[in-house]
Nanobody, 126 residues
């Protein structure tokens, strides 16, 4: 299983970015997916999760109303649209995947995921 995160970069506060996570080596439609982030000196934290079906989603309180998680199962790709970015969103963003038999399940804990991408850096300047 390989997960390739991309789309990070430098953006001014209030701006937008869209992250992508391309998956290979797994049956994408049977995997629940998530985004996590890790800022310098801080622990990795949950950002958003999406079920295998793409239906149920869940967000950290800090990003509700600003970030949108989505997936295209035909392209084996997950996305994170980030709007109204703040300096505190600066972090390395990681995508994660885990197989599931339940199409409406999502996971919010890092230890529930077995597969991780390499991370993409998002820097928000104030």
């Amino acid at each position: 299983v390989q997960l390739q995160a991309s789309g990070g970069g430098l953006v001014q506060a209030g701006g937008s970015l869209r992250l992508s996570c391309a998956a290979s080596g797994l049956t994408f439609g049977s995997a629940t997916m998530g985004w996590f982030r890790q800022a310098p000196g801080r622990e990795r934290e949950f950002v958003a999760a999406i079920s295998a079906s793409g239906g149920p989603t869940y967000y950290a309180d800090s990003v509700v109303g600003r970030f949108t998680i989505s997936r295209d199962n035909a392209k084996s790709t997950m996305y994170l649209q980030m709007n109204s970015l703040k300096s505190e969103d600066t972090a390395v963003y990681y995508c994660a995947a885990e197989f599931t038999n339940y199409e409406s399940t999502y996971y919010v804990r890092a230890d529930e995921y077995d597969y991780w991408g390499q991370g993409t850096l998002v820097t928000v300047s104030s």
